[in-house]
């Protein structure tokens, strides 16, 4: 039986486990997938027991995306120009594997639902791992993007960073993103409070609850369970070599989630 978890810290909210045993049913296999919420010296333990095939891969979450790069053997051309890896698997040569799912994830969410149309700039909350990714998806797209944080000097990997302050003094914002964990389940709340100024869209990668308080200030909204969903069944993709037809998958996925999330 194949095993595998999520690597990162304070991670009790996640529905990972969930994500991957309905994947693992729907193709058939068992396996067993767990969350491990470890402290950064940690993480060395874990990537040997990669090695000695006790594991066969790892997803990697807040607030480890970036920092375990330093501990991978390789990172692929994808998650290198990210900054950010959230999947890792030994290769055949016996290398540990850094890659990031969490592209396909955000654009996959993007373009089934035509986000982008209509939007020029985009203004995306937090400069981590998960903000490097949505920044390099709306960059190819040739969306303006600007972060949002509390430090503003916190500009490795983008090209404007302005503070939370300044955002209260845009009267427009086409698109907002919130890539920072306030308002889910365990941290609720709203990043930002809206200061007389429209937004027309928002995605809030949060996805439990499906409604978050931020998604309330926009016209239209949505959550990040798609892209959660579509992340999943690529690393699995990775870890099994094989391909998934992901859109049948994810129906069926999405249904079994929703039923059991905080609307």
């Not at 964990?181 to 100024?197: D, V």
Request: proline share 2%; glycine share 6%; net charge positive.
């Amino acid at each position: 039986m194949n095993k595998y978890g999520l690597i990162g810290k304070k991670i009790s909210y996640s529905m990972s486990p969930k994500l991957h045993h309905l994947i693992g049913k729907r193709l058939g296999c068992e396996l067993v997938y767990e969350l491990i919420d470890i402290d950064e010296e940690e993480i060395i333990k874990y990537l040997n027991l990669l090695k000695e095939k006790k594991y066969q891969g790892f997803n990697v979450t807040i607030p480890y995306k970036e920092k375990v790069i330093k501990y991978l053997d390789v990172v692929t051309i994808s998650a290198n120009k990210i900054g950010a890896v959230n999947t890792i698997y030994l290769n055949d040569e016996g290398l540990i594997v850094g890659d990031n799912t969490d592209y396909y994830g955000f654009l996959k969410l993007v373009e089934r639902n035509n986000v982008l149309a209509d939007v020029q700039r985009a203004y995306v909350l937090g400069t981590g791992g998960s903000a490097k990714t949505v920044f390099h998806v709306l960059n190819d797209k040739n969306i303006e993007v600007i972060n949002v944080s509390r430090n503003k000097k916190d500009k490795k990997g983008f090209k404007d960073v302005i503070s939370y302050e300044e955002i209260k003094e845009v009267k427009e914002i086409d698109l907002l993103i919130n890539c920072t964990p306030i308002g889910n389940i365990l941290n609720e709340g709203i990043p930002i409070k809206k200061s007389n100024q429209k937004i027309n869209k928002i995605i809030d990668l949060t996805y439990n609850p499906l409604t978050t308080k931020l998604m309330s200030l926009a016209e239209k909204s949505y959550n990040g369970l798609e892209m959660l969903i579509f992340q999943g069944i690529k690393s699995q993709s990775i870890w099994n070599k094989k391909k998934i037809d992901d859109e049948k998958l994810f129906k069926l996925i999405k249904e079994a989630f929703e039923d059991e999330l905080i609307r």
